[in-house]
């Protein structure tokens, strides 16, 4: 059938099914009530109508009546009318006499008897509607009783057309009728056949079939040429309704593989517009007729089930993982297309029958490895963290990586020069902290997507060990700036996204950045200047100096250099820099320390002139006066090795305690102890400080002495008193002279992991785990790779398939999909990863 054709019977069908299922008011009116000599006068030839003849109407045969007047509405819809012939009392002709009058109704077409119909076997619309279109598609629909007759049928069909086969257990049904409203739009493209034959049907397949239910099976009998091989069967597993029957027969009129040439995400076909998955089969030019074989193998088992595409890397630029091979695109909107590995065939079948098979076979696997490690390792004696722990949990998320580009030997050096500054995160694909790091260098990327003189790139030392050696990368993972003409910046801060993403745009500035005039200088101290660091948050230095303090200057550069990326640096050295540093009541050198936008610029005295005493200073100078404790800042404080006075707080402190803990703290110059605040709603992990510090939960907010570095005493504030810069400087002057009694003392074992880490060295040289992450390499590019040694000393070696695989892979083509990615060797020998391991 043409696809104009085709789209015709489709529009037929829906609005045929749209207009059966608008109520009607006044169906009567559709209802003719003619006499003999007008209906026969009325008759047109090709045109459908079934009446029936009475004298009067006894009210036996009001039933009947009733639902001949409830069919005129739907056999309207087909073109038949419906008439109620009035007979005269003198007329005795055929149809007025006595003994048809009600017993019996007829259909013409035109002028000619197709069929008498016994009243008793119209008793309802189903009955009416069913009976009259299997009457008039005579040719377009067959009815068979022996397995015989229906492959004769198909024997007949095969080369030429499809055929459509049902059961239905009686005629005059529901499902009759829709079996009937079907052929009546397809009976010229398929070839339809009926059975009441309880027999038949279980002749038909080698299941145990219910033969009290209706079924249809559609016959792919057009592409079946050779007359010994049966007609392929797709059942259809939904209730036989009008509009199911009309969905299945789109579905089978769909192409059976669809390829696809481009974004998946914009990929829509019969299948997801219908409701039903799309399975993509991945696939790659020197694979494409194996993977042509395996999409169309899979195919067939889901017909009806889910669509089956061939999705071409070659043709698609695709950002998930080498060895994904199967992608499902579900028809939900804003579901993204999920990208997995699976073995054979039988696994894309089980994923689409079973819809929560996604995410079981994530859990499948994890309490796989769970399972194993148990057995290998019932007493486990190593360390394992919260971060291989997500890694392990997320290890099938794909990781967006388009916008970072991966480098080998031959392209890193030349990535370097292409921009103003190039970032590259050096990083081990088989190690969970690599893994957990570059989830968060791929929301930087999408950070600082557009922005010009960047390129951020990575280095996968597994692969390319020569170039991390080179770099001195000793550990992983690791990130360094690049700048053409500079020296290279280890990053040595947190590696959340905020922190890696200020670090990358404050290392696009010069540290220290030279400044030219007061009006820079003083748009610097605001925050203006440099203009493309104006969005981010930071506490601005400026250095100024004389020309009589060169060595200080030279040690104010170097410090530059150490902390470039962490701080943002200016310096000015003109010939007007007094008259700056007056205005800030201090004389060069000096450093102006400008916090919220300028709002406050506070002057130092530099009188320590050593890079490292100057880096010391300028990290302590930048510490808040009153700092909200986080995850993230708290090693800072900690290395102060200073004694914590700690406001734990549900929520935001009131006003009051904030201002008075502010004088406490900017009260004394060079403060002995770190005064700050813990907020409990935004780092949870107070509440676990509090529980090791107290036998019982304190009422907040409660206010905390902590020697951390000297005995580990832990002194409570008095709750009864009001928290004041008065009253705290009082209850620390008890402290002082021993007077309180501590509520608790911490342990003074060190807080080591209770088990030993990981030797990761010792576990490279003996096993090459599972790489949950590849990189494609350019043409030419060679990796040797020595077999390496399983934990029991035994080389790991491939076994070479016996011939009866090979002859089991020949005989069934497309089963298994390694042809489609390359998989590693041995994987159930490899040893345990980080968490597998």
Not at 77 to 97: F, L, M, Q, T, W
Not at 432 to 457: F, I, M, N, P, W
Not at 584 to 599: F, M, Q
């Amino acid at each position: 059938m043409s696809a104009q054709k085709d789209r015709w019977v489709s529009s037929f069908f829906f609005l045929l099914f749209c207009a059966s299922s608008i109520p009607t008011q006044g169906s009567a009116r559709l209802l003719q009530e003619l006499s003999p000599q007008k209906y026969f006068s009325s008759l047109q030839a090709g045109r459908a109508s079934l009446s029936y003849f009475s004298h009067s109407v006894s009210p036996g045969a009001q039933p009947f009546l009733e639902q001949i007047e409830n069919s005129a509405e739907a056999l309207q819809d087909y073109g038949i009318s419906v008439v109620k012939v009035n007979c005269p009392k003198e007329d005795v002709s055929r149809y007025c006499a006595k003994e048809n009058a009600l017993r019996k109704a007829y259909l013409f077409r035109g002028n000619v008897l197709i069929r008498e119909f016994p009243t008793d076997a119209l008793f309802d619309v189903n009955s009416i509607v069913a009976n009259i279109l299997f009457a008039l598609l005579f040719n377009e629909v067959k009815y068979v009783e022996t397995l015989a007759d229906l492959q004769n049928i198909e024997n007949s069909l095969k080369g030429r057309s499809n055929m459509v086969f049902a059961y239905v257990p009686a005629t005059g049904t529901a499902e009759h009728r829709a079996v009937m409203e079907a052929a009546f739009v397809y009976g010229t493209v398929h070839q339809f056949v009926l059975t009441t034959e309880a027999t038949l049907l279980k002749d038909t397949s080698n299941d145990e079939l219910d033969v009290s239910s209706a079924r249809l099976m559609f016959c792919h009998c057009q592409q079946t040429t050779d007359l010994v091989q049966p007609c392929r069967r797709t059942a259809m597993e939904q209730a036989l309704t009008m509009l199911n029957i009309h969905r299945h027969l789109k579905l089978m009129g769909a192409p059976l593989v669809t390829e696809v040439t481009e974004d998946p995400e914009k990929v829509s076909t019969v299948h997801l517009q219908l409701g039903l998955p799309l399975v993509f089969i991945l696939s790659q030019k020197e694979t494409y007729e194996a993977d042509r074989r395996t999409a169309e193998f899979v195919a067939w088992q889901l017909l009806g089930k889910a669509g089956v595409a061939l999705l071409s890397r070659d043709l698609v630029d695709l950002n998930v993982l080498l060895r994904s091979n199967v992608a499902l695109k579900t028809p939900e909107e804003g579901v993204p297309i999920k990208y997995l590995v699976l073995e054979d065939t039988d696994e894309v079948i089980t994923l689409v029958e079973n819809k929560s098979k996604v995410e079981q076979i994530q859990e499948d696997e994890e309490e796989e490895e769970e399972d194993e490690g148990e057995k290998e390792n019932n007493n486990q004696d190593i360390q394992d963290d919260q971060v291989v722990e997500a890694v392990s949990r997320d290890k099938k998320r794909e990781l967006p990586l388009e916008q970072i580009r991966a480098l080998t030997e031959d392209t890193f050096h030349t990535a370097l020069l292409e921009t103003a500054q190039t970032v590259v995160l050096f990083y081990a694909s088989w190690e969970a902290v690599s893994l957990a790091v570059l989830r968060s260098y791929t929301e930087v990327a999408d950070h600082l997507k557009g922005t010009q003189g960047v390129l951020l790139s990575r280095v996968n030392c597994w692969d390319w060990p020569g170039i991390c050696t080179k770099e001195n990368v000793t550990q992983f993972p690791a990130i360094k700036i690049y700048k053409k003409g500079e020296r290279s910046v280890m990053y040595d801060g947190m590696w959340g996204t905020e922190e890696l993403t200020s670090f990358i745009m404050l290392s696009q500035v010069s540290c220290p950045l030279k400044l030219a005039t007061i009006e820079e200088a003083e748009g610097y101290l605001r925050g203006e200047f440099p203009s493309e660091l104006s969005s981010y948050h930071h506490t601005s230095l400026l250095g100024v100096f004389s020309t009589a303090t060169s060595e200080a200057r030279e040690a104010f550069e170097d410090a530059g250099n150490i902390l470039s990326g962490h701080v943002t640096m200016g310096m000015y050295f003109e010939d007007d820099a007094l008259a700056l540093s007056r205005k800030y009541a201090v004389s060069p050198p000096a450093l102006l320390l400008a916090r919220s936008g300028g709002r406050s610029v506070e002057g130092i005295a530099l009188s320590k002139q050593s890079v490292q005493d100057m880096v010391q200073m300028i990290r302590y100078e930048l510490l808040d006066i009153f700092p909200e404790i986080t995850v993230q800042n708290l090693p800072r404080y900690l290395q102060l090795r200073k004694p914590f006075l700690i406001l734990f707080s549900d929520g935001d402190i009131g006003q009051r305690e904030s201002k008075e803990m502010l004088k406490l703290a900017k009260g004394r110059p060079q403060q002995a102890f770190v005064a700050c605040w813990l907020n409990l709603r935004k780092t949870p992990v107070g509440h676990g400080v509090l529980k090791a510090y107290f036998a019982t939960m304190p009422s907040l907010p409660v206010l905390i002495w902590v020697k951390l570095h000297a005995g580990g005493q832990v002194f409570k504030f008095p709750s009864e008193q009001s928290i004041t810069e008065m009253n705290i400087l009082s209850w620390l002057e008890k402290l002082k002279a021993g007077l309180e009694i501590p509520s608790s003392t911490l342990s003074e074992e060190d807080w080591k992991p209770p088990l030993p880490a990981y030797d990761f060295l010792q576990m490279m040289e003996t096993t090459v785990p599972e790489l949950p992450l590849h990189t494609s390499h350019h043409h030419g590019d060679t990796l040797v790779r020595h077999p390496p040694e399983n934990p029991g000393g035994d080389i790991m070696v491939q076994e070479e398939p016996s011939q009866d695989t090979k002859a089991e892979k020949v005989g069934s083509p497309g089963r298994d999909l390694r042809g489609t990615v390359p998989r590693l060797a041995a994987r159930e020998k490899q040893g345990k990863r980080h968490s597998e391991l």
